[in-house]
């Protein structure tokens, strides 16, 4: 679950992460009236979406007076802000954050993710603030920061300075520093994050670290424990579908492309989709009904896929070890009549029951199910399929 910026901040507070001061707003009015309620003459207006590069995409301004304030709020509320993350559909901008302006004297990046294949929290830093870390990471590597922290030691200052070192801050600055991302660890762990991104941190001229932007994500399946958290969800910011697939028990993503999968597994999705590219075709989503699909789920599953114009071909993929293949075949046929499914359905099943699941798809004789004999097989007619190939 991802959050506002403006939400992150109040997160960041509580944990003695310093941030510029700003209120939400809603209205150009109620965006005047928090410019004069934090006082000063110059003010940042930033759109409040779940996505990166708002500034980039004209979604974070400066104004110097009253006036400007009110001018830039009118613009960029109502405004679709296209940005390197929402796609070319852009986000509507529902509210706007007024925040005091900062004396910037450096911008730095300082972030904290899961590493999987570590299995640890990295805290990842570097001197290019402001810039897209990815593209930092891929064009200039050596200026990436990256320090793994043991979840049974913690942060230590050691880390700390090892950060600082990399980062080249003078002896000073680094005591504050340490802390600062001391903080920003605890917070991380103690709210049960998956990212936390600050860019910019911004050391003022007075020398302070204050994090000029907040961006979190947190773990779904921690929730129950953090209904403060649950609370901050804004549902307009997610897409209905991946709303509709959760309260569904499913997982489900939206992609780019033409060919639905419906796979069990988040590994055997993964797979699918990888092996869909291969063969010069494109997934349109990410849809893993889990171990014990239905005919219920494999019914919300086509729905929730053809939601999605694009979709051209649905390609499912299921291996049959706690649920039997011929159960799931089944279950596709009676979803078939509880769903218009007007797409060519592909069907791979393996595992318990596989010859018989076959015989029963065989046998009903329905003209747009078309039974594949492994992964490689089916993901070639799903992508024939999806590109109009008669199979």
Not at 21 to 33: C, L, P
Not at 100 to 124: C, H, N, S, T, W
Not at 189 to 195: C, N, Q, V
Not at 367 to 378: E, Q, S, V
Request: include cysteine.
């Amino acid at each position: 679950m991802n959050i506002h910026e403006y939400q992150a901040k109040e997160i960041f507070k509580k944990y003695n992460v310093p941030t510029p001061n700003g209120y939400i707003a809603f209205s150009e009015e109620e965006a005047v009236q928090n410019a004069q309620k934090l006082g000063g003459n110059i003010w940042v207006v930033k759109a409040q979406i779940h996505a990166g590069g708002r500034g980039l995409g004209g979604g974070v301004k400066l104004a110097r007076s009253l006036a400007e304030v009110r001018t830039l709020a009118s613009e960029i509320l109502g405004m679709t802000l296209v940005t390197h993350q929402t796609g070319s559909a852009g986000k509507l901008v529902h509210k706007v954050y007024i925040e005091e302006g900062v004396d910037i004297a450096d911008e730095l990046y300082l972030g904290i993710a899961l590493d999987r294949a570590k299995e640890m929290p990295v805290i990842i830093a570097s001197r290019e603030g402001g810039m897209e870390i990815e593209k930092v990471a891929h064009t200039s590597p050596d200026k990436i920061i990256k320090i793994a922290i043991d979840p049974f030691i913690g942060f230590q200052p050691y880390h700390g300075r090892e950060l600082a070192f990399g980062l080249g801050l003078a002896k000073e600055e680094m005591s504050s520093f340490i802390q600062f991302a001391s903080n920003l660890y605890k917070a991380y762990i103690e709210k049960d994050a998956e990212l936390i991104e600050i860019n910019p941190l911004v050391k003022t001229k007075s020398g302070n670290f204050v994090a000029l932007d907040g961006k979190i994500g947190f773990d779904d399946n921690a929730l129950f424990r953090h209904p403060e958290i649950e609370a901050m969800r804004d549902l307009t910011e997610e897409n209905l579908a991946e709303r509709e697939a959760s309260q569904h028990g499913l997982s489900y993503v939206k992609l780019d492309g033409n060919v639905g999968c419906m796979v069990n597994g988040a590994g055997l999705a993964m797979g699918t989709m990888d092996t869909i590219n291969h063969l010069g075709g494109t997934p349109a989503n990410f849809l893993d009904v889990g171990g014990s699909a239905n005919a219920q789920t494999v019914a919300t599953g086509f729905k929730i896929i053809l939601k999605d114009h694009n979709v051209k071909s649905i390609f499912v993929n299921i291996f049959g070890g706690i649920v039997r293949c011929d159960r799931i075949a089944n279950g596709i046929l009676e979803a078939t009549k509880l769903v218009n499914v007007d797409v060519p359905v592909i069907v791979r099943l393996d595992g318990t029951n596989a010859v018989e699941a076959a015989e029963i798809l065989k046998n009903a004789n329905i003209k747009n199910i078309i039974i594949a004999t492994d992964l490689n097989d089916g993901a070639k007619k799903a992508v024939a399929a999806a590109n109009g190939d008669i199979l």
